[in-house]
């Protein structure tokens, strides 16, 4: 474990294999809120916050974000190799999860039609909107070269930590 103190913020990069699941997403909860509290800014959150997941959950090979600009997903603050920077909605697993506005969880990428390879190391992924309101922001995708990484404690947790990232920052 690694402990960070920087201008009274004090976060800690999580043990992750040592706990079960649900109790490393409470403890990212917490860790997310600490590290957000104070800052309001949508891209700086966001860039701690794919700097967090990244560090902490087992087996990503990225993990970002996309917002909305212009009906189009664009490339946000993320953790990982180069990324594809737009992609339209409707297209690939984020564009899908973006126009349906439901967490998608791909156990295989190589089955999902129209699936966008940004990596090729990439095997599964999860896709959770952000919403505010009615309004979608964008969205949180996260990679794994790991076939069936992600599952239903995934879509929980990330959904609470999303929530975080929701109610810490100021959107227009």
């Known amino acids: 474990m690694r402990r960070v103190n920087e201008r009274n913020m004090t976060s800690q990069v999580v043990e992750s294999r040592s706990t079960s699941k649900t109790e490393l997403y409470a403890q990212l909860a917490a860790q997310l809120s600490s590290l957000l509290a104070g800052e309001s800014d ?8 794919s700097s967090l997941i990244f560090h902490s959950l087992p087996d990503l090979n990225w993990a970002g974000f996309y917002f909305v600009k212009d009906n189009e997903l664009v490339l946000g603050p993320f953790q990982g190799h180069p990324a594809c920077v737009r992609i339209a909605m409707g297209k690939g697993v984020c564009g899908t999860a973006a126009a349906e ?15 966008i390879a940004c990596d090729a190391a990439s095997n599964s992924e999860i896709v959770v909107p952000l919403v505010k309101g009615e309004r979608l922001i964008g969205v949180l995708d996260l990679d794994s070269p790991l076939f069936g990484r992600f599952d239903n404690e995934d879509d929980q947790g990330l959904n609470r930590l999303v929530s975080v990232l929701i109610q810490s920052s100021e959107l227009q």
């Open 101 to 115: 506005g439901v967490t998608t969880i791909v156990p295989d990428v190589h089955e999902f039609p129209g699936h």
């Open 42 to 49: 949508l891209i700086a959150n966001a860039a701690n916050f």
